[in-house]
């Protein structure tokens, strides 16, 4: 069974730092696309950031020069590393990956259960 599994989650007080972890397991052939997202109480799923196998990247505005997505193919595991927190990003934030189970079948979109991040003024 494919499973996202994020860590790294908690209580930080704000310009604080916290690392989260995405690992991927189960039978995968490969992972393409990566991403973060996130979803504050109240309001939709946004984007986080997302990053390509290759390491090709792209950033929210509002979180641009303060976290950086980061990936070890070799591993299955993507990370976020966020500085300077603020209290408007107390989110769940979500690990989302285009995986491929097989050589011959479609890549299939996945979903972390989350992992709760709150900053605290």
């Known amino acids: 069974q494919v499973q996202l599994v994020e860590s790294g989650g908690g209580l930080v007080q704000a310009g604080g730092s916290l690392r989260l972890s995405c690992a991927a397991s189960?039978?995968?052939?490969?992972?393409?696309?990566m991403g973060w997202y996130r979803q504050a109480p109240g309001k939709q799923r946004e984007l986080v950031a997302r990053i390509t196998r290759g390491g090709s990247t792209n950033y929210a505005e509002s979180v641009k020069g303060r976290f950086t997505i980061s990936r070890d193919n070799a591993k299955n595991t993507m990370y976020l590393e966020m500085n300077s927190l603020k209290p408007e990003d107390t989110a769940v934030y979500y690990c989302?990956?285009?995986?491929?189970?097989?050589?011959?079948?479609?890549?299939?979109?996945?979903w972390g259960q989350g992992t709760q991040v709150t900053v605290s003024s």
């Open positions: 189960g039978s995968i052939v490969s992972i393409n696309d």
């Open positions: 989302n990956a285009d995986l491929r189970l097989s050589v011959i079948s479609p890549l299939r979109n996945y």
